[in-house]
Nanobody
């Protein structure tokens, strides 16, 4: 499975961005997909995850009510709609997939999101 993120950039506080993660390869083996982020000097943290089989997504506490994860199965693409962005949302955002019965982790290359005040 290969994952390619896009959609990052520079935005002012209060603005919006939409990230995309295009999956390729044996995508039928994906169990869970999600977004994580890592700010300088901090550990990577969960942003949002969702099962490939439906159900309610889970969000990190800091983004609840502002970010929305979704997917388009026809395009094998996952999205992260980010609204009301804050300076503390500045980070590299990574797409993640857990694949197969062992739920092996696959990561994209990351996309930078910078929120200015």
């Amino acid at each position: 499975v290969q994952l390619v993120e896009s959609g990052g950039g520079l935005v002012q506080a209060g603005g919006s961005l939409r990230l995309s993660c295009a999956a390729s390869g044996r995508t039928f083996r994906i169990n869970v997909m999600g977004w994580y982020r890592q700010a300088p000097g901090k550990q990577r943290e969960l942003v949002a995850v969702m099962s490939a089989r439906g159900g309610n997504p889970n969000y990190g506490d800091s983004v609840k009510g502002r970010f929305t994860i979704s997917r388009d199965d026809d395009k094998d693409t996952m999205y992260l709609q980010m609204n009301n962005l804050k300076c503390e949302d500045t980070a590299v955002y990574y797409c993640n997939a857990r694949v197969g019965p062992l739920r092996l982790n696959y990561w994209g290359q990351g996309t930078q999101v910078t929120v200015s005040s």
